[in-house]
């Protein structure tokens, strides 16, 4: 190192300390928690340890009584839209047709109208919806069958709009 000669001489540098050991880290908590994943997924995939049976799923093992069993679910929902009321036509009707966001409208239907839908069950989340707005004279009814079954209803008078809307999936 060269010095200037104006600069006051500079003692020599202390040697810096080593640094420090790296702490070495434990590796039992990782192992332990690894063998508790392992014992849940084990335990999760065989049922809690329930036995297996020649039996159909559903059925009463030994002389245990029968639960109570749902019926089956059927492949299909069917879904009809009505429109009625005492007007003669809706200004327009708007409707889900696949259970989620995809719609129709229609312009000027003549009442009554329906449409008839099938959608899939056994989802989560499965919407149904009808709007219909009246013309400024009369009623205007809205109607929502599930499976041959009322769902949901709704009225307006005039100009207003009846909407009827719900979820049939299993998390209705």
């Known amino acids: 190192m060269t010095q200037h000669p104006y600069e006051a001489p500079q003692p020599p540098r202390p040697p810096q300390p080593a640094a420090p050991a790296a702490k070495k880290r434990r590796k039992w908590p990782w192992i332990l928690g690894g063998l508790v994943v392992l014992i849940i997924v084990s335990a999760v995939a065989s049922n809690g340890g329930t036995k297996a049976s020649n039996q159909p799923a559903g059925a009463p093992a030994g002389n245990e009584a029968p639960a109570h069993q749902q019926p089956p679910q059927a ?72 499976d041959g079954k009322p769902f949901k209803e709704a009225h307006a008078d005039g100009y ?3 909407m009827a809307n719900g979820n049939i999936g299993t998390m209705g």
């Open 75 to 146: 492949a299909n929902h069917t879904v009809v839209y009505k429109v009625a009321g005492t007007a003669k036509t809706a200004s327009n009707i708007t409707y889900v047709t696949d259970g989620m966001t995809t719609t129709n409208q229609e312009s000027s239907p003549k009442l009554p109208w329906s449409k008839t839908i099938t959608l899939p069950a056994g989802q989560a989340l499965q919407m149904v919806s009808i709007s219909a707005q009246g013309p400024g004279k009369g009623t205007i009814d809205v109607t929502i069958e599930v």
């Open 160 to 162: 207003g709009v009846a």
